[in-house]
């Protein structure tokens, strides 16, 4: 299984940047997915998370700025972010929680997430 998280890079605060994740997962429709984010010498907390029926969730600090979406027929999932902030500098990871746990507190968690990706590196300068 794979998980191949693309789309980082340098962005000015305000800025927008589109991560992907392509998967390898044989019934990736099936799977929560999920965006967590690692900031240096932070622990890895939880971005957005995407159920298979398309239902999402969001932490508290994304405030509307983000949005996760994922095209089963190209077993990806997005995560677009708007209105960059300094605070938003981290490495970004998806991850796949394959038994598609539905609740809110277990899409959040780190522990539910079977594969993940290596890391996108988002930079937003002020």
């Known amino acids: 299984v794979q998980l191949q998280a693309s789309g980082g890079g340098l962005v000015q605060a305000g800025g927008s940047l589109r991560l992907s994740c392509a998967a390898s997962l044989r019934t990736f429709s099936g799977y929560t997915m999920g965006w967590f984010r690692q900031a240096p010498g932070k622990e890895r907390e939880f971005v957005a998370g995407?159920?298979?029926?398309?239902?999402?969730y969001y932490a508290d600090f994304v405030e509307g700025r983000f949005t996760i979406s994922r095209d089963n027929a190209k077993n990806t999932v997005y995560l677009q972010m708007n209105s960059l902030k300094a605070e938003d500098t981290a490495t970004y990871y998806c991850?796949?929680?394959?038994?598609?746990?539905?609740?809110?507190?277990?899409?959040?968690?780190?522990?539910?997430?079977?594969?993940w990706g290596q890391g996108t590196l988002v930079t937003v300068s002020s």
């Open positions: 995407i159920r298979w029926d398309g239902s999402s």
């Open positions: 991850a796949a929680d394959v038994l598609s746990r539905t609740s809110r507190t277990s899409i959040a968690a780190v522990t539910s997430h079977d594969y």
